[in-house]
């Protein structure tokens, strides 16, 4: 399977905790973006990569969040001291930087959070 | 904010054709019409994308009006596997292409 991997799929933790997710993009994909759902929702954006540059961030990005990617590879996204509110689908995506399918990303399954 | 306008629910019978609509009377002339569908439990999935012509492809059509103030997702045949939310989303364009999703349209596929 070549498709965007996430990990955990599913985290329940403690308010309080710090949690780690990560993503791996398709290989080829130099972009990568985080977003995040809420039950009723569609997904939010979060931030996003060209290769290794954080190059945006949403509002929606508390300073309890971080989101790295070392190598231009697979990224993490860290949440720090946890809330309640935090709870929600951490979705990845991936897509080229140009050339042909640039338009479109494509999403991993998603890392299930539930704070408690 | 989201800038497209879904209805919240529709319903359809199994093999028939189904037309989802998206109003996105802000449109501005870079900005790419995009359809993703989420299955339950699942990341979204890339349906079709256009700009100014229809646009078909394996899994559906796309139309879109003159003025692309609005677009149509179709269907050909549904199946029980169409049942999602499917999402119509203007790009933001630019550097980044950040998607910014709506709360899109649940279709319900009856057998």
């Known amino acids: 399977d070549t498709g965007v991997s996430q990990n955990p799929r599913h985290k329940i933790t403690k308010r309080g905790q710090n949690v780690t997710f990560r993503c791996d993009p398709i290989s080829e994909h130099n972009r990568l973006y985080w977003y995040r759902q809420t039950l009723g929702q569609g997904p939010e954006f979060l931030t996003y990569f060209q290769n290794e540059a954080q190059l945006e961030k949403s509002r929606l990005l508390s300073d309890r969040f971080s989101a790295e990617r070392p190598k231009g590879s697979f990224s993490t996204l860290e949440i720090q001291r946890t809330e309640q509110g935090d709870s929600a689908m951490y979705l990845c995506a991936s897509s080229p930087a140009s050339g042909r399918g640039y338009e479109t990303q494509y999403f991993g399954p998603g890392t299930r959070l539930l704070v408690l | 904010d989201a800038k497209t306008t879904q209805p919240n629910s529709m319903e359809s019978n199994e093999e028939e054709p189904v037309h989802l609509p998206c109003n996105h009377s802000t449109i501005s002339g870079t900005d790419y019409i995009h359809w993703y569908r989420q299955l339950p439990s699942q990341g979204p999935e890339y349906v079709i994308h256009?700009?100014?012509s229809n646009v078909n492809n394996r899994m559906a059509s796309l139309a879109i009006a003159e003025d692309r103030k609005s677009s149509t997702l179709i269907l050909h045949r549904a199946t029980l596997r169409d049942a999602a939310v499917y999402y119509c989303i203007l790009s933001e364009g630019g550097a980044t292409n950040k998607l910014i999703f709506g709360t899109g349209t649940l279709l319900a596929v009856q057998p």
């Open positions: 256009g700009l100014t």
